[in-house]
């Protein structure tokens, strides 16, 4: 069978992200490869991810893979899948981020390690501590640092909120933490649920990390430091409320869909 064939009957994204990845090929060269022949074991292996795709894995679990700002990072089950948005909360750390002098971060939820990996591979000068309650994420992140020649610098650990770096100070904390209310859960589809249920729901009101840290975060951040959270579209007022009690200032920022989606709170 041709892969123009294939390509007919699979136009959507994730079809061709899988078929790309079968081929060995970016998704953006398919239709130039689209004359080639294809061997019956690949168009077999084809059909078989389609169809747990079908059935509501999603495809970052099929091929065991997903980009993030243009690199890709190792996936597995249980880990969240990286979000366009996320990439919105990475740059917008990146512009703060100085290309000289010795810069250290802090990451809570680690996940695929898709934040502080990027970060760590955009800037030469920096260190970055992170931590995930989930061991499966440590272990994953560690992989993919390795993968982006920057696992000298990330020093990945299990635990939650601050407790692993308890006594030390940091130029900047990020996190995209989890932020949906509970109530939303049942409601998710399918195979939003395959992802784990700590990396997404936030608790009854979504936004009890948020109340958790901040009154801590002025403890671990040095003076002008700075903190980056990635935010529920609904939840810019009570993130803005939680960080001014603490005599931070922030400034909100949105996502391509023009939603609330990132909040930058500066230490004076
Ligand atoms: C929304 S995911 C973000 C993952 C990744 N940073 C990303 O942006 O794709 C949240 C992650 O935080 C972890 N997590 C949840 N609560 C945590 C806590 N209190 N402390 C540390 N990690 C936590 C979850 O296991 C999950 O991996």
Known sequence: MRLSQLLKSFSDRDSQIILAHLLGLKSSELYLAQDRELEEETVKGFYRLMEERRKGVPAAYLIGEWECLGRVFKLREGILVPRPETEILIEKVLKLLPEKGEVSGYEIGLGSGCISVNLLAERENLKMWACDVNPDAVELSLENAELHGVRDRLMA????DFEPVKGKKFSFVVSNPPYIPEAAWRNLPPEVKMEAKEALIGGERGYEFYERIAPQLSEYITDRGFAAFEIGHDQAQIVKELLGRESFKVNIYK??????????????
């Open 255 to 268: 996502d391509y869909s023009g939603q609330d989606r990132v909040a930058i709170a500066w230490k004076y």
């Open 157 to 160: 650990l299990v635990g939650r």
